[in-house]
């Protein structure tokens, strides 16, 4: 098995339960990692920068993409919730 690297070390280290791959509203595409510390962590490709990271009460076990940019993550507690990518804001010239 192949180690993907990134700047906090290696995906490995954070003990990987699942991957699934989307794009954000911009069009790049992000990889969501869910790992053993009850967090899902959002990776920039293919640099694999760490651009967020979600956490929950208990370890994630599912993650699903929708339609318009949703994202559904479900826990071992049986919630899911729904999430939304959003544009970054941009600062506007004067």
Known sequence: ???AAT????????????????FNSEGKPILLCSCNDNSVRLYELP??????RIFAKEEVRAIQIG???LFFIGDGTGQVD?????AEPTSLAS
């Open 1 to 3: 098995m192949s180690e």
């Open 7 to 22: 700047e906090a070390g290696n995906l490995e280290e954070h003990g990987v339960l699942a991957l699934f791959g989307m």
């Open 47 to 52: 640099s694999f920068t760490e651009r967020a």
């Open 67 to 69: 339609p318009g940019g």
């Open 82 to 86: 729904v999430w939304k990518w959003q």
